[in-house]
Protein backbone atom coordinates (compact mmCIF):
# COMPACT_ATOMS: atom_id res chain seq x y z
CA UNK A 1 0.00 0.00 0.00
CA UNK A 2 1.41 3.44 -0.56
CA UNK A 3 0.08 6.38 1.69
CA UNK A 4 0.74 10.48 0.59
CA UNK A 5 0.92 11.99 4.44
CA UNK A 6 -0.16 15.97 3.33
CA UNK A 7 -0.09 18.53 5.34
CA UNK A 8 -2.65 21.23 3.79
CA UNK A 9 -2.45 25.25 4.66
CA UNK A 10 -2.92 27.85 6.73
CA UNK A 11 0.13 27.22 8.54
CA UNK A 12 3.05 30.21 8.85
CA UNK A 13 5.59 28.15 6.92
CA UNK A 14 8.69 28.67 9.36
CA UNK A 15 10.03 25.11 10.27
CA UNK A 16 9.12 21.90 9.56
CA UNK A 17 5.94 20.13 10.93
CA UNK A 18 7.13 17.15 12.77
CA UNK A 19 4.53 14.50 12.62
CA UNK A 20 4.69 13.73 8.86
CA UNK A 21 8.55 12.71 9.11
CA UNK A 22 7.97 10.84 12.12
CA UNK A 23 5.09 8.53 10.50
CA UNK A 24 7.09 8.12 7.44
CA UNK A 25 10.06 6.80 9.55
CA UNK A 26 7.66 4.39 11.63
CA UNK A 27 5.68 3.08 9.00
CA UNK A 28 8.47 2.09 6.74
CA UNK A 29 10.75 0.57 8.99
CA UNK A 30 7.39 -1.44 11.11
CA UNK A 31 5.63 -2.19 7.74
CA UNK A 32 6.34 -3.34 3.90
CA UNK A 33 3.89 -0.21 2.62
CA UNK A 34 5.36 2.98 1.25
CA UNK A 35 5.05 6.65 2.18
CA UNK A 36 5.16 9.86 0.88
CA UNK A 37 5.49 13.35 2.44
CA UNK A 38 3.93 16.50 0.83
CA UNK A 39 3.69 19.90 2.70
CA UNK A 40 1.22 21.78 0.43
CA UNK A 41 1.63 24.40 3.32
CA UNK A 42 5.14 25.29 2.16
CA UNK A 43 4.30 24.74 -1.36
CA UNK A 44 1.22 26.96 -1.52
CA UNK A 45 3.25 29.90 0.40
CA UNK A 46 6.08 29.45 -1.99
CA UNK A 47 3.39 29.83 -4.78
CA UNK A 48 2.50 32.79 -2.59
CA UNK A 49 5.68 34.56 -2.56
CA UNK A 50 6.64 33.44 -6.29
CA UNK A 51 3.17 35.31 -7.55
CA UNK A 52 4.00 38.33 -5.53
CA UNK A 53 8.00 38.85 -6.78
CA UNK A 54 6.06 38.77 -10.42
CA UNK A 55 3.95 41.90 -9.10
CA UNK A 56 0.93 39.44 -9.86
CA UNK A 57 -0.82 39.36 -6.65
CA UNK A 58 -3.65 41.32 -6.13
CA UNK A 59 -5.48 39.69 -3.28
CA UNK A 60 -7.07 42.66 -1.10
CA UNK A 61 -6.60 41.95 2.90
CA UNK A 62 -8.84 43.39 4.54
CA UNK A 63 -7.32 46.62 6.93
CA UNK A 64 -3.96 46.44 5.21
CA UNK A 65 -3.09 49.88 4.16
CA UNK A 66 -1.58 50.34 0.95
CA UNK A 67 -0.11 54.07 1.35
CA UNK A 68 -0.13 56.82 -1.40
CA UNK A 69 0.78 55.91 -4.68
CA UNK A 70 0.75 52.39 -3.84
CA UNK A 71 -1.00 49.31 -5.87
CA UNK A 72 -2.18 45.86 -4.01
CA UNK A 73 0.86 44.25 -6.01
CA UNK A 74 3.48 46.66 -4.87
CA UNK A 75 1.91 45.89 -1.10
CA UNK A 76 2.42 42.05 -1.96
CA UNK A 77 6.06 42.52 -3.45
CA UNK A 78 7.59 43.37 0.02
CA UNK A 79 6.06 39.39 0.91
CA UNK A 80 8.92 38.59 -1.34
CA UNK A 81 11.00 41.19 0.31
CA UNK A 82 10.80 39.28 3.85
CA UNK A 83 11.16 35.83 2.13
CA UNK A 84 14.79 37.01 0.78
CA UNK A 85 15.52 38.29 4.10
CA UNK A 86 14.22 35.43 6.06
CA UNK A 87 16.06 32.90 4.18
CA UNK A 88 19.03 34.93 4.61
CA UNK A 89 21.84 33.49 6.83
CA UNK A 90 23.70 36.90 7.28
CA UNK A 91 23.65 39.61 9.26
CA UNK A 92 21.08 41.30 7.50
CA UNK A 93 18.68 39.05 9.52
CA UNK A 94 20.09 40.58 12.85
CA UNK A 95 19.47 44.26 11.48
CA UNK A 96 16.33 44.81 14.34
CA UNK A 97 14.56 47.65 12.48
CA UNK A 98 14.53 45.77 9.39
CA UNK A 99 13.42 42.34 10.95
CA UNK A 100 10.47 44.43 12.75
CA UNK A 101 9.41 46.17 9.59
CA UNK A 102 9.44 42.94 7.27
CA UNK A 103 8.25 40.43 9.82
CA UNK A 104 4.93 42.62 10.58
CA UNK A 105 3.99 42.87 7.04
CA UNK A 106 4.62 39.19 6.24
CA UNK A 107 2.09 38.47 9.49
CA UNK A 108 0.00 41.16 8.53
CA UNK A 109 -0.44 40.53 4.55
CA UNK A 110 -0.06 36.31 4.78
CA UNK A 111 -2.57 35.50 8.36
CA UNK A 112 -5.21 38.41 6.49
CA UNK A 113 -5.14 35.93 3.43
CA UNK A 114 -5.52 33.10 5.59
CA UNK A 115 -8.51 33.87 7.16
CA UNK A 116 -10.52 35.65 4.12
CA UNK A 117 -9.46 32.24 1.69
CA UNK A 118 -10.88 30.19 5.09
CA UNK A 119 -13.95 31.79 4.92
CA UNK A 120 -14.58 31.25 0.98
CA UNK A 121 -13.59 27.55 1.62
CA UNK A 122 -16.64 27.93 4.74
CA UNK A 123 -19.08 29.15 3.17
CA UNK A 124 -18.35 27.68 -0.54
CA UNK A 125 -18.03 31.31 -2.01
CA UNK A 126 -15.12 31.20 -5.44
CA UNK A 127 -12.03 31.21 -3.87
CA UNK A 128 -9.65 34.42 -4.74
CA UNK A 129 -7.28 34.03 -7.51
CA UNK A 130 -4.35 34.21 -4.87
CA UNK A 131 -2.62 31.31 -6.87
CA UNK A 132 -2.78 30.55 -10.32
CA UNK A 133 -4.72 27.22 -10.06
CA UNK A 134 -5.75 25.96 -6.48
CA UNK A 135 -6.41 22.49 -8.37
CA UNK A 136 -2.57 21.83 -9.10
CA UNK A 137 -2.53 20.99 -5.13
CA UNK A 138 -4.83 18.12 -5.61
CA UNK A 139 -2.92 17.28 -8.74
CA UNK A 140 0.38 17.44 -6.64
CA UNK A 141 -1.23 14.53 -4.10
CA UNK A 142 -2.75 12.48 -7.00
CA UNK A 143 0.85 12.39 -9.38
CA UNK A 144 2.22 10.98 -6.67
CA UNK A 145 -0.29 7.82 -7.11
CA UNK A 146 -1.27 6.99 -3.39
CA UNK A 147 -3.64 4.21 -2.23
CA UNK A 148 -4.44 6.45 0.77
CA UNK A 149 -4.19 9.79 1.63
CA UNK A 150 -3.51 10.95 5.00
CA UNK A 151 -4.15 14.47 6.29
CA UNK A 152 -1.99 15.81 9.20
CA UNK A 153 -3.64 18.63 10.75
CA UNK A 154 -2.30 20.50 13.55
CA UNK A 155 -4.37 23.47 13.65
CA UNK A 156 -8.37 24.06 13.48
CA UNK A 157 -7.84 26.58 10.67
CA UNK A 158 -6.08 23.50 8.24
CA UNK A 159 -9.24 21.29 7.92
CA UNK A 160 -11.34 23.35 5.74
CA UNK A 161 -8.06 23.11 3.14
CA UNK A 162 -7.89 19.57 3.53
CA UNK A 163 -11.67 19.01 3.59
CA UNK A 164 -11.42 20.82 -0.33
CA UNK A 165 -8.74 18.89 -1.26
CA UNK A 166 -10.18 15.19 0.40
CA UNK A 167 -13.42 16.35 -1.95
CA UNK A 168 -11.57 16.68 -4.97
CA UNK A 169 -9.26 13.47 -4.25
CA UNK A 170 -12.30 11.90 -4.23
CA UNK A 171 -14.08 12.72 -7.16
CA UNK A 172 -11.23 12.15 -9.62
CA UNK A 173 -10.06 8.54 -7.83
CA UNK A 174 -13.24 7.65 -5.79
CA UNK A 175 -11.03 4.47 -4.46
CA UNK A 176 -8.79 6.77 -2.69
CA UNK A 177 -9.17 6.05 1.03
CA UNK A 178 -8.71 9.51 2.83
CA UNK A 179 -7.19 9.48 7.10
CA UNK A 180 -7.36 12.36 8.80
CA UNK A 181 -5.17 12.89 11.91
CA UNK A 182 -3.30 14.97 14.01
CA UNK A 183 -4.09 17.52 17.33
CA UNK A 184 -7.21 19.55 15.50
CA UNK A 185 -8.52 15.93 14.15
CA UNK A 186 -8.49 14.50 17.73
CA UNK A 187 -10.50 17.64 19.09
CA UNK A 188 -12.92 17.27 15.79
CA UNK A 189 -12.56 13.56 15.74
CA UNK A 190 -16.59 13.16 16.05
CA UNK A 191 -17.52 15.95 13.73
CA UNK A 192 -15.00 15.01 10.76
CA UNK A 193 -16.14 11.10 11.43
CA UNK A 194 -19.65 11.87 10.40
CA UNK A 195 -18.61 13.61 6.98
CA UNK A 196 -19.27 11.73 4.35
CA UNK A 197 -15.62 12.59 2.24
CA UNK A 198 -13.45 11.25 5.66
CA UNK A 199 -13.12 7.38 5.86
CA UNK A 200 -11.11 7.27 8.73
CA UNK A 201 -10.11 9.67 11.66
CA UNK A 202 -6.64 8.66 13.46
CA UNK A 203 -6.81 10.63 17.44
CA UNK A 204 -3.80 10.86 19.25
CA UNK A 205 -0.73 8.69 17.98
CA UNK A 206 -0.72 8.00 14.53
CA UNK A 207 2.63 5.88 14.18
CA UNK A 208 1.57 2.58 14.84
CA UNK A 209 -2.24 3.33 13.67
CA UNK A 210 -1.81 4.32 10.69
CA UNK A 211 1.16 0.71 9.83
CA UNK A 212 -2.14 -1.12 11.38
CA UNK A 213 -4.69 0.32 9.07
CA UNK A 214 -2.81 0.13 6.22
CA UNK A 215 -2.00 -3.79 7.00
CA UNK A 216 -6.13 -3.78 7.45
CA UNK A 217 -6.60 -2.63 4.08
CA UNK A 218 -4.17 -4.35 2.07
CA UNK A 219 -5.50 -7.55 4.12
CA UNK A 220 -8.66 -8.68 5.49
CA UNK A 221 -10.27 -5.24 6.43
CA UNK A 222 -10.68 -5.92 9.91
CA UNK A 223 -10.24 -2.30 11.20
CA UNK A 224 -11.37 -3.39 14.53
CA UNK A 225 -7.73 -3.88 15.82
CA UNK A 226 -6.46 -0.55 14.28
CA UNK A 227 -5.64 1.57 17.71
CA UNK A 228 -7.24 5.01 18.36
CA UNK A 229 -8.74 4.39 15.13
CA UNK A 230 -12.83 6.36 14.34
CA UNK A 231 -14.36 4.31 11.17
CA UNK A 232 -17.84 3.45 10.05
CA UNK A 233 -18.81 -0.13 10.08
CA UNK A 234 -21.86 -2.14 9.66
CA UNK A 235 -23.19 1.34 9.57
CA UNK A 236 -22.31 2.84 12.53
CA UNK A 237 -19.28 5.05 14.09
CA UNK A 238 -16.95 2.96 15.38
CA UNK A 239 -14.18 4.33 17.96
CA UNK A 240 -11.06 1.97 19.05
CA UNK A 241 -9.65 1.63 21.89
CA UNK A 242 -6.84 4.36 22.53
CA UNK A 243 -2.88 3.04 23.02
CA UNK A 244 0.00 5.38 23.02
CA UNK A 245 3.62 4.39 21.94
CA UNK A 246 6.09 4.68 24.12
CA UNK A 247 8.64 8.22 23.41
CA UNK A 248 11.55 5.48 23.14
CA UNK A 249 9.39 3.43 20.74
CA UNK A 250 9.81 6.37 18.19
CA UNK A 251 11.80 6.45 15.45
CA UNK A 252 14.28 9.23 14.67
CA UNK A 253 11.93 11.75 11.84
CA UNK A 254 12.79 11.02 7.96
CA UNK A 255 12.85 14.19 6.55
CA UNK A 256 14.17 13.19 2.88
CA UNK A 257 11.30 14.95 1.24
CA UNK A 258 10.11 17.83 3.48
CA UNK A 259 13.27 19.30 4.07
CA UNK A 260 13.83 21.31 6.93
CA UNK A 261 16.16 23.88 4.50
CA UNK A 262 13.59 25.08 2.35
CA UNK A 263 11.07 26.72 4.96
CA UNK A 264 10.91 30.84 5.96
CA UNK A 265 13.88 30.92 8.28
CA UNK A 266 18.22 31.60 7.98
CA UNK A 267 18.55 28.52 9.73
CA UNK A 268 16.21 24.96 9.90
CA UNK A 269 14.62 24.67 13.30
CA UNK A 270 13.19 20.94 14.02
CA UNK A 271 11.13 19.53 16.75
CA UNK A 272 12.07 17.66 19.45
CA UNK A 273 9.29 15.55 22.29
CA UNK A 274 10.41 14.39 25.40
CA UNK A 275 7.47 13.70 26.79
CA UNK A 276 3.97 13.43 25.98
CA UNK A 277 0.69 14.94 27.86
CA UNK A 278 1.15 16.72 31.00
CA UNK A 279 2.24 16.13 34.48
CA UNK A 280 0.32 18.88 36.31
CA UNK A 281 -2.76 18.03 34.63
CA UNK A 282 -4.52 20.52 36.49
CA UNK A 283 -5.04 23.91 34.52
CA UNK A 284 -8.70 24.87 34.86
CA UNK A 285 -8.88 26.61 31.28
CA UNK A 286 -6.87 23.76 29.75
CA UNK A 287 -8.44 20.53 27.76
CA UNK A 288 -5.19 18.11 28.06
CA UNK A 289 -6.00 16.32 30.86
CA UNK A 290 -9.56 15.87 30.16
CA UNK A 291 -8.54 14.65 26.25
CA UNK A 292 -5.70 11.93 27.65
CA UNK A 293 -4.41 11.24 31.43
CA UNK A 294 -1.71 9.95 29.63
CA UNK A 295 2.19 11.31 30.68
CA UNK A 296 5.03 9.52 29.29
CA UNK A 297 8.42 10.68 29.20
CA UNK A 298 11.35 9.88 26.92
CA UNK A 299 14.65 8.63 27.92
CA UNK A 300 17.40 10.90 27.75
CA UNK A 301 19.60 9.21 25.75
CA UNK A 302 16.65 8.40 22.74
CA UNK A 303 15.91 12.29 23.26
CA UNK A 304 19.46 13.53 22.65
CA UNK A 305 20.44 10.95 20.22
CA UNK A 306 17.76 12.16 18.45
CA UNK A 307 19.21 15.74 18.65
CA UNK A 308 22.71 14.20 18.31
CA UNK A 309 21.41 12.87 14.81
CA UNK A 310 20.03 16.33 13.45
CA UNK A 311 22.91 17.76 14.67
CA UNK A 312 25.21 15.62 11.84
CA UNK A 313 23.10 16.64 9.67
CA UNK A 314 24.06 20.25 10.11
CA UNK A 315 20.39 21.21 12.42
CA UNK A 316 21.37 22.81 15.64
CA UNK A 317 18.31 24.24 16.37
CA UNK A 318 15.39 22.75 18.20
CA UNK A 319 12.08 23.33 19.73
CA UNK A 320 10.83 21.43 22.65
CA UNK A 321 7.24 20.67 21.59
CA UNK A 322 6.07 19.32 25.25
CA UNK A 323 3.76 21.11 26.77
CA UNK A 324 6.12 21.58 29.58
CA UNK A 325 9.59 20.55 30.73
CA UNK A 326 9.47 19.69 34.20
CA UNK A 327 12.81 21.51 36.11
CA UNK A 328 13.80 17.67 36.93
CA UNK A 329 13.57 16.77 32.83
CA UNK A 330 14.96 19.45 32.30
CA UNK A 331 18.03 19.33 34.17
CA UNK A 332 18.71 15.63 32.96
CA UNK A 333 18.47 16.42 29.34
CA UNK A 334 21.02 19.03 30.20
CA UNK A 335 23.41 17.19 31.64
CA UNK A 336 23.18 15.16 28.77
CA UNK A 337 23.52 17.59 26.52
CA UNK A 338 26.63 18.96 27.72
CA UNK A 339 28.18 15.66 28.48
CA UNK A 340 28.02 15.16 24.67
CA UNK A 341 29.29 18.33 23.77
CA UNK A 342 26.21 19.31 21.51
CA UNK A 343 26.67 23.06 20.40
CA UNK A 344 23.18 23.30 20.12
CA UNK A 345 20.40 26.00 20.66
CA UNK A 346 17.00 25.16 22.16
CA UNK A 347 13.67 26.79 23.73
CA UNK A 348 10.99 25.38 25.68
CA UNK A 349 7.39 25.78 27.53
CA UNK A 350 7.61 25.12 31.24
CA UNK A 351 5.68 26.43 34.41
CA UNK A 352 7.55 28.83 36.62
CA UNK A 353 7.61 27.03 40.10
CA UNK A 354 10.44 27.14 42.97
CA UNK A 355 11.85 24.04 41.45
CA UNK A 356 13.80 26.03 38.85
CA UNK A 357 16.15 27.04 41.00
CA UNK A 358 19.08 29.31 39.80
CA UNK A 359 21.66 26.47 39.49
CA UNK A 360 18.95 24.48 37.87
CA UNK A 361 18.94 27.49 35.65
CA UNK A 362 22.60 28.50 34.96
CA UNK A 363 23.09 24.34 33.92
CA UNK A 364 19.88 25.18 30.92
CA UNK A 365 21.69 27.95 30.10
CA UNK A 366 24.98 26.12 29.38
CA UNK A 367 23.28 23.32 27.59
CA UNK A 368 21.75 25.81 24.88
CA UNK A 369 18.35 26.44 26.32
CA UNK A 370 18.31 30.15 24.77
CA UNK A 371 14.90 31.08 25.88
CA UNK A 372 11.81 29.68 27.55
CA UNK A 373 8.17 30.49 27.46
CA UNK A 374 6.82 30.51 30.82
CA UNK A 375 2.92 29.47 31.86
CA UNK A 376 2.36 32.56 34.34
CA UNK A 377 -1.16 33.27 33.16
CA UNK A 378 -1.74 35.86 35.91
CA UNK A 379 0.06 37.58 38.48
CA UNK A 380 -2.83 37.58 41.17
CA UNK A 381 -2.67 35.01 44.06
CA UNK A 382 -6.65 34.52 43.86
CA UNK A 383 -6.86 34.20 40.27
CA UNK A 384 -3.61 31.69 40.30
CA UNK A 385 -5.63 29.49 42.57
CA UNK A 386 -9.06 29.71 40.09
CA UNK A 387 -6.09 28.39 37.31
CA UNK A 388 -5.18 25.98 39.59
CA UNK A 389 -2.00 26.53 38.51
CA UNK A 390 0.20 25.76 41.11
CA UNK A 391 2.70 28.54 41.26
CA UNK A 392 2.43 31.71 43.24
CA UNK A 393 4.19 35.38 42.41
CA UNK A 394 6.50 35.27 44.82
CA UNK A 395 8.01 32.00 42.91
CA UNK A 396 7.56 33.30 40.10
CA UNK A 397 9.01 36.76 40.57
CA UNK A 398 12.72 35.14 41.69
CA UNK A 399 12.45 32.14 38.72
CA UNK A 400 12.26 35.04 36.29
CA UNK A 401 14.95 36.87 37.64
CA UNK A 402 17.09 34.23 38.05
CA UNK A 403 16.54 32.65 34.40
CA UNK A 404 17.22 36.49 33.12
CA UNK A 405 20.51 36.51 35.14
CA UNK A 406 21.63 32.89 33.61
CA UNK A 407 21.40 34.56 30.34
CA UNK A 408 17.60 32.79 29.37
CA UNK A 409 15.96 34.74 27.88
CA UNK A 410 12.28 34.76 29.20
CA UNK A 411 8.61 34.96 27.30
CA UNK A 412 5.25 35.07 29.39
CA UNK A 413 1.99 33.53 28.40
CA UNK A 414 -0.89 36.37 30.14
CA UNK A 415 -4.41 35.35 29.99
CA UNK A 416 -6.49 38.56 30.39
CA UNK A 417 -9.95 38.28 31.49
CA UNK A 418 -10.04 34.79 33.40
CA UNK A 419 -13.91 34.23 34.73
CA UNK A 420 -14.30 36.47 37.95
CA UNK A 421 -10.48 38.26 37.06
CA UNK A 422 -11.11 42.08 38.39
CA UNK A 423 -9.89 45.05 36.36
CA UNK A 424 -8.02 45.81 39.74
CA UNK A 425 -6.32 41.79 39.52
CA UNK A 426 -5.69 42.27 35.58
CA UNK A 427 -3.71 45.63 36.59
CA UNK A 428 -1.68 43.61 39.69
CA UNK A 429 -0.55 41.49 36.66
CA UNK A 430 0.53 44.34 34.44
CA UNK A 431 1.97 46.11 37.07
CA UNK A 432 4.35 42.38 37.59
CA UNK A 433 4.84 42.70 34.24
CA UNK A 434 6.52 45.80 34.34
CA UNK A 435 8.38 45.96 36.75
CA UNK A 436 10.20 42.74 35.81
CA UNK A 437 10.24 44.28 32.31
CA UNK A 438 14.14 43.84 32.24
CA UNK A 439 13.54 40.29 32.76
CA UNK A 440 10.80 39.63 30.62
CA UNK A 441 11.24 40.02 26.85
CA UNK A 442 8.02 38.99 25.63
CA UNK A 443 4.56 38.70 26.97
CA UNK A 444 2.04 36.03 25.16
CA UNK A 445 -0.82 37.56 25.69
CA UNK A 446 -4.45 36.31 24.66
CA UNK A 447 -8.21 36.39 26.10
CA UNK A 448 -10.13 33.69 28.35
CA UNK A 449 -11.46 31.59 25.97
CA UNK A 450 -14.23 29.06 27.66
CA UNK A 451 -13.33 25.69 25.28
CA UNK A 452 -15.04 22.44 25.72
CA UNK A 453 -13.61 19.33 27.51
CA UNK A 454 -12.02 21.88 30.04
CA UNK A 455 -13.07 21.76 33.94
CA UNK A 456 -14.35 25.23 33.78
CA UNK A 457 -16.88 23.88 30.96
CA UNK A 458 -17.61 21.25 33.10
CA UNK A 459 -17.98 22.88 36.38
CA UNK A 460 -19.23 26.62 34.83
CA UNK A 461 -21.24 27.56 38.18
CA UNK A 462 -17.66 27.17 40.68
CA UNK A 463 -16.09 30.40 38.23
CA UNK A 464 -18.64 32.41 38.52
CA UNK A 465 -20.29 31.65 34.59
CA UNK A 466 -23.67 32.49 34.81
CA UNK A 467 -24.70 30.67 31.12
CA UNK A 468 -23.11 29.06 28.15
CA UNK A 469 -23.93 29.30 24.69
CA UNK A 470 -21.88 27.15 22.16
CA UNK A 471 -20.54 28.71 19.27
CA UNK A 472 -21.28 27.13 15.84
CA UNK A 473 -18.32 25.33 14.33
CA UNK A 474 -16.03 26.24 16.74
CA UNK A 475 -14.28 24.75 20.22
CA UNK A 476 -14.90 27.92 21.72
CA UNK A 477 -18.04 28.54 23.93
CA UNK A 478 -19.41 32.03 24.91
CA UNK A 479 -20.43 32.73 28.22
CA UNK A 480 -21.32 35.54 30.93
CA UNK A 481 -20.14 36.32 33.72
CA UNK A 482 -22.14 36.95 37.31
CA UNK A 483 -18.51 39.34 38.31
CA UNK A 484 -15.33 40.49 37.27
CA UNK A 485 -15.00 41.43 33.96
CA UNK A 486 -16.92 40.67 30.89
CA UNK A 487 -15.92 39.61 27.48
CA UNK A 488 -16.21 43.03 26.11
CA UNK A 489 -13.97 44.44 28.74
CA UNK A 490 -11.39 42.07 28.97
CA UNK A 491 -10.92 42.88 24.97
CA UNK A 492 -11.08 46.19 25.21
CA UNK A 493 -8.32 46.41 28.48
CA UNK A 494 -6.38 43.41 26.64
CA UNK A 495 -6.40 46.21 23.51
CA UNK A 496 -5.42 49.08 25.96
CA UNK A 497 -2.77 47.26 27.50
CA UNK A 498 -1.47 45.74 24.63
CA UNK A 499 -0.94 49.66 22.77
CA UNK A 500 0.74 51.35 25.90
CA UNK A 501 2.87 48.60 27.11
CA UNK A 502 3.08 45.15 26.41
CA UNK A 503 3.95 45.72 22.79
CA UNK A 504 6.82 47.39 24.00
CA UNK A 505 8.28 44.51 26.11
CA UNK A 506 9.37 42.47 23.35
CA UNK A 507 12.49 42.94 20.70
CA UNK A 508 10.04 42.70 17.73
CA UNK A 509 6.22 41.90 18.06
CA UNK A 510 6.52 39.46 15.11
CA UNK A 511 8.92 37.23 17.11
CA UNK A 512 5.72 36.18 19.99
CA UNK A 513 3.73 34.08 16.38
CA UNK A 514 7.67 33.15 15.00
CA UNK A 515 9.48 31.65 17.21
CA UNK A 516 11.28 29.81 15.51
CA UNK A 517 13.35 33.13 14.86
CA UNK A 518 13.25 34.41 18.20
CA UNK A 519 15.69 31.23 19.06
CA UNK A 520 17.83 32.02 16.28
CA UNK A 521 18.26 35.28 16.74
CA UNK A 522 18.52 34.79 20.88
CA UNK A 523 21.22 32.38 20.04
CA UNK A 524 22.94 34.47 17.91
CA UNK A 525 23.12 37.63 19.96
CA UNK A 526 24.56 35.27 23.00
CA UNK A 527 27.21 34.12 20.90
CA UNK A 528 27.93 37.77 19.66
CA UNK A 529 27.54 39.26 23.24
CA UNK A 530 24.97 41.66 21.59
CA UNK A 531 22.17 43.53 23.98
CA UNK A 532 19.91 44.96 20.99
CA UNK A 533 17.41 48.00 22.22
CA UNK A 534 14.08 47.90 22.88
CA UNK A 535 11.66 50.77 23.63
CA UNK A 536 11.48 51.67 27.30
CA UNK A 537 7.72 50.58 27.93
CA UNK A 538 5.57 53.05 29.30
CA UNK A 539 3.61 52.62 32.95
CA UNK A 540 0.63 50.57 32.37
CA UNK A 541 -2.29 52.91 33.79
CA UNK A 542 -5.62 51.43 33.70
CA UNK A 543 -7.81 53.42 30.74
CA UNK A 544 -9.36 56.47 32.49
CA UNK A 545 -12.28 56.58 30.49
CA UNK A 546 -15.45 53.23 31.20
Known amino acids: MKITLVHPPFVLPM ?17 PHSVDSLDLNLVWHEDVVARARAGVCNFE ?20 VAYDFFRSPGPEFFDQETYARLSTEFIILLQGCHGQLNRSLVLGTPVPDLVADIGRYVRLVLDTSPDV ?21 KRLRPSTRLVFGGIAATQWKEALAGMDVVDFVVQFDGERALATLLDALAGDGDFSRVPNLCYRGNGERKTNPVEFLSLDEFI ?24 KGCFWKRCSFCDIGKMSDTYLVGSVDH ?15 FHFVDEMLSANL ?38 GCRYIVWGVESAHDRVLGLIEKGTNVADM ?37 YDLRESIHGVHTSQFQLNQHTPIFDNPSRYGITAVRPVAGSSEVDYDVASGLSRKE ?57
Open 397 to 433: TEVLRASAASGIRNHTFVIVGFPGETKEELQTTMSFL
Open 330 to 367: FRRLAREILRRGLSVDYYAYARPTRHFNRETLELIAAS
Open 15 to 31: SVPPGMGKIKAYVEAKS
Open 61 to 80: VPGLQLGEGLRIADVWSRLA
Open 149 to 169: VGFSLMFDRQINFALYLGAEI
Open 303 to 317: IVDEMERHVADGIRH
Open 490 to 546: AARLLDHYSEIFLNDIAYAKPLLQLRDHALILYGRWNELGMNPKRREPRRPEPPTAP
Open 252 to 275: PPDYTQTQPSRYFSPSPVVSILAS
